[in-house]
């Protein structure tokens, strides 16, 4: 971590992992194009959620299956680890094909869940009954973690049933086309509608990294899910089939995420920081290894062509994310040559390489298989990944001193011109039906009024008038915010940003070729999501524990080495 501002793109490698090494400075790391060109890695959520759940060997059971042959009923999944239990309350619902829909303002789904702290009794069942389907119109307490809810593939689950319940297998191809059975819409955690606060749980050894409890919902859906197409199946014919084995493991559970997910990432600086670090640590960790053998050279060889056998699968419409993908598997090819031409000296050497010679999209790829290897060297840094995000203002700093912060964490916008209108085209608001972030046109509609500080460039730019406007470079900052209290959260937002150098996002977040796609798919890696298929410029779909171990399969052994 970087503790001072006098030398904010280094960090010391710790003992025993090579030598010192610089970590890739935020100015290049937090571009949005970068961003948006991220990679599931050992350190992504859902891996974490794994890796613990195997080493500890969790016991997964289900004490409730209440499902009628119409698919109506509920369901209860139950994850123990060694000192509590987690239940995923399921609700399974008949929902007429034209009512299925991807949108937030969605009343009705497939399926409704909630993640109770504990083993549910009948009175818990009855009380979640009433208000998991309900979604945001109900209400849970604080003996629940998440909610959620999900929708059925239109493309793959009445293949999936009808297939099984001839006793066939469904068509693998189609399953490696959609991924998912079923895809979420949303999975609410830390406090939303009565569930219980992340502060409550956050000691816990389980649930210490982040969104640790949003990863075991989902775990337990794609569980339930493919529990209950087999039942279906069942319910239709008695000579119904289970799904075969590896086809049920490449099924994942889908998401569609929107806009609300885009604020997080400018929302929580000291937190973005905390992972961003992780991995880059991991990185340099990597890199500063000492020895490369041919033994090392065939086991990373032989991992790029596992995983280019995913990116061969990746499909999508969107015309940008189709270019990135043909630069991927481009890129894939020009690695595979490289690994190929002989001898290869040092992990540092592929890293330097790819950045000289690979897109974006190919180097943040290569970051993440050069993490993957290297379990034992990097896995620790999931423990340093949350944080205490409060953080004062220093009142006492001189106004000069923040100047020259301000100077150098938003060097990248110094020659903007605020005043011509692609710069501001777009405004952040709230919407006041859901209650949920949108992303309006500044120039178009009359939304002023109710804009967020979702901005950082942009209201840096006006602090930074208002200094030298003030031009006291030795008075303090508390007496500067005595006058001009306006300006109290993008200093607070900057003096947090001089000591974490990935607080920041690099880019002007209004700018008018802005893409929220990039942020959306920045945080989407984090959690370890794949497949990542843009259906516009602000919301995608993604797949989840496409490939991983189901709860029965789960083993130290298996956590880990389920990626292709």
């Not at 950045?355 to 180097?363: I, R, V, W």
Request: hydrophobic content about 45%.
């Amino acid at each position: 971590m970087r503790d001072t501002p006098d030398s904010p793109n280094t960090s010391a490698v710790p003992s025993g992992a090579g030598a010192p090494q610089n970590l890739r400075p935020g100015s290049q790391v937090m571009r949005l194009a970068r961003m948006g060109s991220s990679h599931p890695h050992r350190l992504s959520f859902l891996r974490i959620l794994l890796r613990r759940a195997g080493a500890e060997r969790w016991r997964f059971s289900t004490p409730i299956w209440d499902i009628n042959a119409g698919g109506v009923g509920h369901a209860v999944l139950c994850a123990q680890t060694p000192e509590r239990t987690y239940s995923l309350v399921a609700f399974a619902h008949d929902l007429p094909d034209a009512a299925r829909s991807d949108r937030v303002i969605a009343t009705a789904w497939d399926a409704t869940f909630a993640l109770f702290d504990g083993v549910p009794d009948a009175e818990d069942i009855a009380r979640l009954a009433a208000n998991v389907p309900l979604q945001e119109a109900g209400r849970v307490s604080e003996r629940e973690l998440t909610l959620s809810r999900a929708n059925r593939s239109v493309r793959l689950w009445e293949h999936v049933v009808e297939a099984l319940a001839a006793g066939r297998q469904p068509d693998a191809a189609r399953i490696d086309e959609v991924g998912y059975l079923m895809r979420t819409t949303a999975v609410y955690g830390s406090g939303k509608f009565g569930a219980q606060d992340r502060a409550a749980i956050a000691a816990r050894p389980e649930c210490a990294a982040p969104f640790q409890v949003e990863m075991l919902t989902v775990y337990l859906i794609r569980a339930f899910v493919a529990d209950l197409v087999e039942h279906m199946a069942r319910a239709r014919s008695p000579g119904a089939v289970p799904l075969e084995r590896s086809l049920r493991q490449r099924l994942g559970i889908g998401n569609s995420t929107g806009l609300g997910m885009a604020p997080f990432v400018i929302n929580h600086p000291a937190l973005i920081d905390r992972w961003v670090t992780a991995r880059e640590t991991a990185l340099a960790r990597v890199r500063a290894l000492e020895g490369f053998s041919a033994t090392d050279q065939a086991a990373f060889g032989a991992l790029v062509t596992r995983a280019a056998g995913a990116v061969d699968r990746w499909q999508s419409a969107h015309p940008v994310q189709v270019e990135k993908i043909s630069a991927l598997k481009q890129d894939i090819a020009a690695l595979q040559g490289f690994l190929g031409a002989g001898p290869i000296v040092s992990w540092d050497a592929i890293a330097a390489w790819a950045e000289e010679h690979l897109s974006l999209e190919g180097q943040e790829w290569t970051v993440a298989l050069l993490l993957e290897l290297q379990g034992p060297l990097v896995d620790d840094l999931a423990d340093s990944m949350a944080c205490d995000e409060d953080a004062p203002v220093d009142g006492g700093q001189a106004l000069g001193a923040l100047a020259r912060e301000l100077a150098e964490t938003y060097a990248f916008c110094e020659t903007a011109d605020w005043d011509d209108p692609p710069e501001t085209a777009r405004i952040w608001y709230t919407s006041q039906e859901k209650l949920e972030p949108r992303l309006g046109e500044r120039h178009e509609e009359p939304l002023g009024a109710y804009e967020q500080p979702l901005q950082p460039a942009r209201d840096a730019a006006r602090l930074v008038a208002a200094l030298t406007a003030a031009g006291t470079p030795d008075a303090t900052v508390a007496e500067f915010l005595a006058r001009h209290p306006e300006h109290r959260h993008t200093v607070r937002r900057a003096q947090l940003a001089a000591r974490h150098d990935y607080a920041e996002v690099r880019d002007n977040t209004i700018h008018a070729q802005m893409l929220p796609i990039d942020l959306l798919r920045f945080k989407l890696a984090f959690f370890g999501a794949r497949a990542f298929d843009p259906r516009s410029d602000r919301w995608v779909r993604i797949t989840l524990f496409d490939g991983a171990p189901y709860p029965g399969d789960l083993t130290p052994e298996t956590a880990d080495r389920w990626l292709n």
